[in-house]
C-alpha cells in the first residue's frame, strides 16, 4: 500500500472519530436557538396624470407600475453558553417582478444575501450587553438600515436603557440620504456619489431611552447624539406623553425634534455641485386619541432651510415619528432624507378598529415646499409648491403572526410658476399597495 494511500486511511479514520465524539441530536442542537423571520410581499401600482411631466413627479420607492416585491428574512439566535449568544440572518429582497412593459418577467435566479451577523454578550448579573458585527443600526434617525457595528447596552436603572454605539460602514439603502442629489449627478452607484462620500465615515453616538409609569400616566422619553466623522454631529428628543381619561378612553401628546449640524467638509463638496447644504431642524407635535374602537391623530411638522438642501433622517423615516404620509414625503423638495427648502404640513388620521381586529383608516396630509432658488422655474424643478395627499387603509391582523394591509394614496402637487407654465409641474399620483406580512 502506497504511503499517500496509507495517509488518506489514517486521515478518515480521524475524521469519523471525531465525528463519532462531536454527534448529537438535532433536538440537542437546537434546543437553545431561537428562530425567527419575516416573509413579505408588495404589490405595488401607481400613475401619474400628464404621464410623469416635471422633476415633481420622481417619488422614491412607489414609482411603479404592476411591481410585485417579495422580502424573506430568516434568523437563528443561539445560546452558546457563558453569556454569550450568536445570530445570523439571511435575507432574499432583490425581488421586484414587474406586470407592466418591459419589466414583465419572474427574476427566480436572485440569492439570499447574508443580512446580519453578530455576536452578543451578556452580563445579566450587571444589566450590561455588548453587540458586535453585522446588524440593524436601530437608531431614531433610521428604519431597518444595516451596518458593521458595535453596541454596549444598559438596562440596570429601572425604567432607563442607556446605549454607545459604533458604526464602521453603512449599506447601500436605496432610501438613504442624499439619493436625489446622486440622481441629479448620475453618480448614484459610483465612487464619486455625495452619497459614498458621506457614508464611506465612521458613526459614534450615544442613546438614553426611558419608559416610566407616572401614577396612571406614562412618559416615554428618547434622547440621541451621534457624531458622523468630519460630516455632521446629529442630536435627537422625542418625548410621548400617555394620559388615561378613564378606562377605554386614552391621550397621548408627542413631541419630537432632530437636528444636525453640518460639518465644513460637507457643505464644501455639496457646493461643488452648485448646491448648498444647511443644518437640519425637524420639529413635529401631534396628539391621539383612543378609545372605544376608534383612534384619531391630528399634528404638524416643519423642517428645512429656504433655497438649501438638508438631512432630517439617515434613511427612509420613521413611523414612530412620523405617523401619517404614504408618498409625501418621497417626494423632491420635500423629501425626508435630504429635504430642498422649507417644508410645512399639518395632518390628520382617524381610524376604527372591529372587533375582529380589522382596521379602517383615512388621512390626510396638506401643506407646502418653500424652495425659494430665487428663479421659479428652478425652484418647481427641485420640487417647490403645494402639496396634498389624501389616504385610505384597510388594516387586518388575522392572527398574532399574520398581517394584511392596503392602502389607496392621492397625491396633488402644484408648483408656484406663472398660469402659462403650471401645467409642466403640476402633478397628481393615484397609488395603491396590498401587503401581506408573515412574521415568526
Not at 454596549?152 to 432610501?175: H, K
Not at 446629529?234 to 418625548?239: E, G, P, Q
Not at 413631541?255 to 444647511?278: H, T
Not at 422649507?342 to 390628520?348: L, N, R, W
Amino acid at each position: 500500500m502506497s504511503k499517500k494511500i496509507m495517509l488518506s486511511l489514517v486521515g478518515c479514520m480521524a475524521l469519523s472519530s471525531f465525528t463519532s465524539l462531536g454527534a448529537i441530536s438535532l433536538e440537542d442542537a437546537i434546543k437553545n436557538v431561537d428562530f425567527t423571520g419575516q416573509l413579505r410581499y408588495r404589490y405595488d401600482t401607481g400613475a401619474w396624470d400628464g404621464e410623469n411631466r416635471g422633476a415633481q413627479s420622481a417619488v422614491q420607492g412607489q414609482n411603479a407600475k404592476q411591481t410585485h416585491r417579495f422580502r424573506a428574512r430568516i434568523g437563528a439566535k443561539a445560546d452558546i453558553g457563558d453569556g454569550f449568544k450568536v445570530f445570523g440572518q439571511t435575507e432574499y429582497g432583490n425581488d421586484a417582478n414587474g406586470g407592466y412593459g418591459a419589466g414583465n418577467k419572474a427574476q427566480t435566479d436572485s440569492p439570499f444575501k447574508l443580512r446580519q451577523a453578530y455576536l452578543q454578550y451578556d452580563l445579566a448579573d450587571y444589566g450590561t450587553s455588548f453587540i458586535w458585527g453585522r446588524q440593524e443600526l436601530g437608531t431614531i434617525w433610521t428604519t431597518d438600515m444595516v451596518g458593521m457595528a458595535a453596541k454596549a447596552l444598559y438596562i440596570g436603572i429601572d425604567g432607563l436603557t442607556l446605549a454607545a454605539y459604533a458604526v464602521d460602514s453603512f449599506d447601500r439603502d436605496p432610501d438613504r440620504a442624499f439619493k436625489d442629489l446622486d440622481d441629479y449627478t448620475n453618480d448614484a452607484s459610483t465612487a464619486a456619489s455625495l452619497g459614498d462620500f458621506v457614508f464611506r465615515q465612521n458613526l459614534y453616538g450615544v442613546a438614553a431611552i426611558g419608559a416610566y409609569d407616572l401614577s396612571g400616566a406614562s412618559l416615554d422619553t428618547q434622547l440621541w447624539l451621534a457624531y458622523l466623522n468630519k460630516r455632521a454631529t446629529f442630536y435627537a428628543l422625542d418625548i410621548k406623553y400617555g394620559l388615561p381619561i378613564d378606562q377605554d378612553l386614552s391621550w397621548t401628546l408627542q413631541v419630537n425634534y432632530l437636528g444636525n449640524s453640518v460639518d465644513s467638509a460637507l457643505k464644501d463638496r455639496v457646493e461643488r455641485m452648485q448646491y448648498k447644504v444647511a443644518n437640519g431642524n425637524f420639529v413635529q407635535l401631534n396628539g391621539t386619541i383612543k378609545g372605544y374602537g376608534f383612534d384619531g391623530t391630528l399634528g404638524g411638522l416643519m423642517y428645512g432651510k429656504k433655497g438649501e438642501f438638508s438631512v432630517n433622517f439617515i434613511e427612509d423615516y420613521s413611523s414612530a415619528i412620523l405617523p401619517a404620509g404614504k408618498e409625501i414625503f418621497y417626494m423632491k423638495g420635500s423629501n425626508i432624507t435630504n429635504s430642498f427648502g422649507q417644508s410645512t404640513f399639518g395632518y390628520a388620521k382617524v381610524g376604527y378598529t372591529l372587533p375582529s381586529d380589522l382596521r379602517l383608516g383615512v388621512q390626510f396630509i396638506y401643506g407646502a415646499t418653500a424652495a425659494d432658488t430665487g428663479n421659479a422655474t428652478t425652484s418647481a424643478s427641485l420640487g417647490g409648491g403645494d402639496k396634498m395627499e389624501a389616504v385610505a387603509e384597510v388594516n387586518y391582523n388575522y392572527n398574532k403572526n399574520l398581517n394584511f394591509l392596503l392602502w389607496y394614496s392621492y397625491l396633488d402637487t402644484k408648483a408656484d410658476l406663472p398660469a402659462n407654465a403650471q401645467a409642466d409641474y403640476d402633478s397628481k399620483k393615484n397609488t395603491v399597495r396590498f401587503q401581506a406580512l408573515y412574521k415568526f
